[in-house]
Each structure stands twice: as C-alpha cells, then as structure tokens.
C-alpha cells in the first residue's frame, strides 16, 4: 500500500508564483489521498507550501530537519511530526525509510542531489520504490533533455529513463505512483 510520500523540492519558492500554487495543489491532493508528506521540515519556500496546503486539507506532514537547518530553513512546528536529526547523513536516510516513494517538485541543487540519490539507489537495488519528478510549468523538461541525451550516448539504459515517474498534474501522478512496479527482467 502507499501511505507516505517523501517529497525533495526548494527552500525558496522561486521566480514565479505558479510553482507555489502548483505545489499546493499537490499537497492538497495527496492529504485527499490519505497519502502523508514526507519533506525536509522546513517552513520556508515551497517547502512549507507543500506541508502548509497537505496540513490544511487535513494530511499529515512529517519533517525530518538536521541541527543545523533548524535556524536557517526556519524548522516548521506545527506539522505532524517534526524529527530533528543530527546531519543531512540521517536526514536523508529517515526520510527514504519513511517514504513510499519519492517525487521532486520544483528546486534547487539540494533537490537535484537527492533525487539523483534516490533515482541512483532505485537502479542498485537499494530500495524498490517509484521516483518521480512533479513536472509543473515544464519545469523538469532541461534535465530530462539531458537524460535523454545520456540514454542516446550509451551512458543510461533506456529503461531506467521509463522507471522515472512524471506528471504535471496532481491525480494523475497520484495514480502513477500507486500503480507503479519496479522494472523486471531489464
């Protein structure tokens, strides 16, 4: 079953204001899913807009924050659950143990390294569960230009491009996630 959705995207919220409605569009649709949010536990950018919109819609958020973001990501206490934790080493490992899987929304380096990190741990076996990307606004549509482009050069299998999950549209990456099964056989 999919319970809880680890979700990695930015402490700001960026240029345009769509990303931060889009994103709460999501975090509404997942607490009307009875899906939890697993995130970063902060309260700024869309960080806290996804864990504000699933909180409002009546979801659980839980927060997993290290020491030394609790200042500066301005820690979130009126979440569910909020595990402060002492380096981003721990952060990220309680965050993929609570997930059922994982999306990026829209964000920075720190979204791309962990997603590329749990794309990566799918592919060695480390774990069998769907990764995704919410591709709002095309946001997504460069990098996966380039993962096109590493498939075409011999440098990825065609299959792990197929494994990734990617919608722009809330229900429908809802249903993604749920129906998704790892890649046999490949």
Known sequence: MFHALTVFTGSA????LDYTEEVRRLGTALAGANISVV????????????????????????GIIPEVLMGRE??????TSLEIVPDMHTRKSRMADLGDGFIALPGGM?????FFEVWTWQYLGLHAKPVGLYN?????????AM??????????SAWRREALVISADPQDLILKLRTWTPPVGR
Do not use: C, N, R
């Not at 720190?110 to 962990?114: A, F, I, R, V, Y």
């Not at 993962?147 to 990825?156: A, Y």
């Open 13 to 16: 919220s960026g240029a345009d």
């Open 39 to 62: 995130y970063g536990g902060g309260k700024v950018g869309l960080m806290g807009q996804i864990a504000d919109a699933a909180l409002e819609a009546g979801g659980e958020v839980h």
């Open 74 to 79: 301005v820690g979130h206490h009126g979440l």
């Open 110 to 114: 720190g979204t791309l390294e962990e």
């Open 136 to 144: 709002v606004k095309g946001f997504w549509e460069p990098l996966l």
């Open 147 to 156: 993962v096109d482009h590493m498939v075409d050069e011999g440098f990825m």
